[in-house]
């Protein structure tokens, strides 16, 4: 079948749910007598010591067995040692079968190859894939194919029960006796603990696992003692300097440069930019440059964003401290800057994974979006962004909020160079759909913006703006023309992953290539 982004979809996939086709970013909505799912009800009596003596004896008390699903999170991005350390004590339990859920794969975690080659771990459910990990699942068959899913979209999954989590593993910077969990204090403090609290509070056995643990009762608490039902003291979690790493960096790259000044403009003259605008920016160079340019701008118009939202980066926590956004809700804190700010500033909100982005609730911060940044792997003349797959067709990024931002924000920018190296970054088709062009507005790349044709008042409000206006046509040409027409990617009928939109419809599949 074809779904409504033109991708060709299967009926039916081995080892898959249902398929239910991408129909609209809003098509797809829970039944009427849909409700959220929960964990077990358990009790606790006073005189209860939750605290076990290693891992090994966590992984016994959980309950832990063939079969079952994990899941862990990626707060500590690079510096985290919990999941691949638990998943090497499962491994030497004998254990198998098991599916793992995190909320993120980074590189770190190339050590778990050889478990999903053992078939302890036969599969994964995901936002994001890095690095060899990434190259393994889509280069070798495991038991069913990887699921990715938006950040949105996982919570989405977790909260109806399409998900369903046996036992959270949660790293945990510091921890009480009786289990409160906050990011903001020990030695491995990561900040916001926002994907780890959807997690406690649906899974049905909860573990934390933490190198700093203090008498009860912490303050603050992130994650509650009644959603914890072991702890684990070890030497360390996890080396904080590990965050800011991968895609997160600042940049002095001119290009970097050209394409936030440009996409600054779009923000200044598309038509939302007035006092008490809400917008996010994403992680990648491109995207946090550009709040340095829009901070000259809202300084010089005298306007304040009444809030920023997403994962939270330190130059937004300037930009609070001068007034300039009165409120920051994080969701993931991406440097000692942010954490810092986290824990001292009552203007910094932590918040959770379901009110960043789930679509299915009653109402996901993404909806009161008027811009959002975001970058991109590749983009195609239909606005079809890919953030997932390389030139090789090899899994390397993450959905992460890309496409749940996308959805919400009145006005979807999109940032890209025309060219990396030599390869053309617009495209007549992306290789995999990951955010649906009917969602994206406008693509600024260093050569020139294209605005989507459906948006009349956008194409409006930029004339006259200065900007090297052009057609998505006229991009493609001129990428073409300067790096060459890529040929045709060969790959195989072998489904190895499948790419859920945030409402778990199927927006695209992706297929082993044969390299």
Same mark, same amino acid.
């Given at each position: 079948?074809?779904?409504?982004?033109?991708?060709?979809?299967? +009926?039916?996939?081995?080892?898959?749910?249902?398929?239910?086709?991408?129909?609209?970013?809003?098509?797809?909505?829970?039944?009427?007598?849909? %409700?959220?799912?929960?964990?077990?009800?358990?009790?606790?009596?006073?005189?209860?010591?939750?605290?076990?003596?290693?891992?090994?004896?966590?992984?016994?008390?959980?309950?832990?067995?063939?079969?079952?699903?994990?899941?862990?999170?990626?707060?500590?991005?690079?510096?985290?040692?919990?999941?691949?350390?638990?998943?090497?004590?499962?491994?030497?339990?004998?254990?198998?079968?098991?599916?793992?859920?995190? $909320?993120?794969?980074?590189?770190?975690?190339?050590?778990?190859?050889?478990?999903?080659?053992?078939?302890?771990?036969?599969?994964? /459910? +995901?936002?994001?894939?890095?690095?060899?990990?990434?190259?393994?699942?889509?280069?070798?068959?495991?038991?069913?194919?990887?699921?990715?899913? &938006?950040?949105?979209? %996982?919570?989405?999954?977790?909260?109806?029960?399409?998900?369903?989590?046996?036992?959270?593993?949660?790293?945990?910077?510091?921890?009480?006796?009786?289990?409160?969990?906050?990011?903001?204090?020990?030695?491995?403090?990561?900040?916001?603990?926002?994907?780890?609290?959807?997690?406690?509070?649906?899974?049905?056995?909860?573990?934390?696992?933490?190198?700093?643990?203090?008498?009860?009762?912490?303050?603050?608490?992130?994650?509650?003692?009644?959603?914890?039902?072991?702890?684990?003291?070890?030497?360390?979690?996890?080396?904080?300097?590990?965050?800011?790493?991968?895609?997160?960096?600042?940049?002095?790259?001119?290009?970097?440069?050209?394409?936030?000044?440009?996409?600054?403009?779009?923000?200044? %003259?598309?038509?939302?930019?007035?006092?008490?605008?809400?917008?996010?920016?994403?992680?990648?160079?491109?995207?946090?440059?550009?709040?340095?340019?829009?901070?000259?701008?809202?300084?010089?118009?005298?306007?304040?964003?009444?809030?920023?939202?997403?994962?939270?980066?330190?130059?937004?926590?300037?930009?609070?401290?001068?007034?300039?956004?009165?409120?920051?809700?994080?969701?993931?804190?991406?440097?000692?800057?942010?954490?810092?700010?986290?824990?001292?500033?009552?203007?910094? /909100?932590?918040?959770?994974?379901?009110?960043?982005?789930?679509?299915?609730?009653?109402?996901?911060?993404?909806?009161?979006?008027?811009?959002?940044?975001?970058?991109?792997?590749?983009?195609?003349?239909?606005?079809?962004?890919?953030?997932? +797959?390389?030139?090789?067709?090899?899994?390397?990024?993450?959905?992460?909020?890309?496409?749940?931002? $996308?959805?919400?924000?009145?006005?979807?920018?999109?940032?890209?160079?025309?060219?990396?190296?030599?390869?053309?970054?617009?495209?007549?088709?992306?290789? &995999?759909?990951? &955010?649906?062009?009917?969602?994206?507005?406008?693509?600024? +790349?260093?050569?020139?913006?294209?605005?989507?044709?459906?948006?009349?008042?956008?194409?409006?409000?930029?004339?006259?703006?200065?900007?090297?206006?052009? &057609?998505?046509?006229?991009?493609?040409?001129?990428?073409?023309?300067?790096?060459?027409?890529?040929?045709?990617?060969?790959?195989?009928?072998?489904?190895?992953?499948?790419?859920?939109?945030?409402?778990?419809?199927?927006?695209?599949?992706?297929?082993?290539?044969?390299?």
């Amino acid at each position: 079948m074809i779904n409504a982004a033109g991708r060709e979809i299967p +009926t039916s996939i081995q080892g898959y749910k249902n398929i239910v086709p991408y129909a609209g970013p809003f098509a797809t909505q829970p039944s009427a007598d849909a %409700r959220k799912a929960g964990p077990k009800l358990k009790a606790i009596y006073p005189g209860t010591n939750k605290l076990l003596q290693s891992i090994e004896e966590a992984i016994e008390a959980s309950g832990l067995r063939d079969g079952m699903t994990i899941s862990f999170h990626h707060a500590l991005r690079n510096g985290d040692y919990v999941m691949n350390a638990v998943i090497k004590a499962i491994a030497q339990k004998g254990i198998k079968g098991l599916t793992l859920a995190p $909320s993120s794969f980074l590189d770190t975690n190339d050590a778990l190859i050889p478990y999903f080659q053992q078939g302890v771990l036969v599969g994964a /459910q +995901t936002s994001g894939l890095r690095n060899k990990l990434g190259q393994f699942l889509t280069t070798n068959k495991i038991s069913t194919p990887t699921i990715l899913r &938006t950040h949105g979209g %996982r919570v989405r999954a977790i909260e109806s029960g399409e998900l369903k989590i046996d036992v959270a593993f949660i790293a945990a910077p510091a921890c009480d006796t009786y289990g409160n969990i906050n990011g903001v204090d020990g030695p491995a403090a990561c900040g916001s603990m926002g994907y780890a609290m959807v997690d406690a509070r649906m899974a049905d056995t909860v573990v934390a696992i933490t190198d700093n643990l203090v008498d009860h009762p912490i303050c603050p608490v992130s994650i509650p003692q009644h959603q914890v039902d072991f702890i684990v003291k070890v030497d360390c979690i996890g080396d904080p300097k590990g965050i800011s790493t991968g895609a997160l960096r600042l940049t002095s790259n001119p290009r970097d440069l050209q394409i936030a000044k440009l996409a600054a403009k779009v923000i200044e %003259r598309g038509g939302y930019f007035k006092e008490g605008f809400g917008m996010q920016l994403g992680a990648g160079a491109a995207s946090v440059a550009t709040g340095k340019y829009l901070r000259d701008v809202m300084i010089r118009d005298k306007v304040a964003a009444s809030f920023a939202i997403g994962g939270i980066v330190g130059p937004f926590c300037d930009l609070l401290d001068e007034g300039l956004i009165r409120t920051l809700f994080d969701v993931q804190s991406f440097d000692t800057r942010t954490i810092q700010s986290i824990r001292d500033n009552p203007r910094h /909100q932590e918040y959770d994974c379901t009110f960043y982005a789930n679509p299915w609730n009653k109402g996901p911060m993404v909806n009161k979006l008027d811009y959002v940044v975001l970058g991109a792997t590749e983009v195609d003349v239909n606005f079809n962004v890919n953030v997932m +797959t390389d030139s090789n067709g090899i899994m390397m990024g993450a959905l992460g909020g890309h496409p749940d931002a $996308s959805a919400g924000a009145k006005c979807t920018i999109i940032v890209a160079p025309l060219l990396r190296g030599r390869l053309p970054m617009v495209t007549d088709a992306v290789q &995999t759909i990951s &955010t649906p062009g009917e969602t994206v507005d406008v693509i600024v +790349t260093d050569r020139g913006v294209a605005v989507n044709p459906k948006r009349a008042d956008l194409i409006e409000n930029l004339k006259g703006s200065g900007l090297p206006l052009m &057609t998505i046509e006229q991009l493609r040409n001129m990428a073409y023309e300067l790096g060459g027409k890529p040929a045709p990617l060969k790959i195989s009928d072998e489904i190895v992953a499948v790419v859920e939109y945030r409402d778990g419809s199927v927006l695209d599949v992706i297929k082993r290539p044969l390299l």
